[in-house]
């Protein structure tokens, strides 16, 4: 990844971690939100019938009102894929009362 040369990051295009799953067999699957391996991670655990455990990390409605408040329905935008994604989780952990508060008005169980 161009912005982090020193750190290896993955897509997993490939599926090795499914193979590597298989042989661990766990029991859950944890995942940060948003992340690199969020989609893998989604599709692993709807395909193996695991568990999905999502932390989210990275206020993405405020990223968005910061680096896209150009475009128009930024905030709407972020907060779709936020439910997108984490209505697939079966847990979301989150960073404080307040964050968990905010993810609930906005449908996010």
């Not at 990390?57 to 984490?86: D, N, Q």
Request: proline share 8%.
């Amino acid at each position: 990844f161009p912005l982090y040369n020193h750190i290896s990051l993955s897509l997993d295009l490939q599926m090795k971690g499914r193979a590597m799953m298989k042989k661990i067999r766990p029991d859950l699957i944890h995942v940060s939100s948003p992340g690199f391996m969020l989609i893998p991670a989604m599709i692993y655990a709807r395909l193996m019938r695991i568990p999905l455990l999502m932390s989210y990390h990275t206020h993405v409605p405020m990223y968005a009102e910061k680096y896209l408040g150009f475009m128009p329905a930024h905030k709407w935008v972020a907060w779709a894929l936020l439910r997108w994604a984490h209505t697939k989780a079966d847990l979301t952990l989150c960073t404080s009362p307040q964050i968990r508060a905010e993810l609930l008005e906005n449908g996010i169980p």
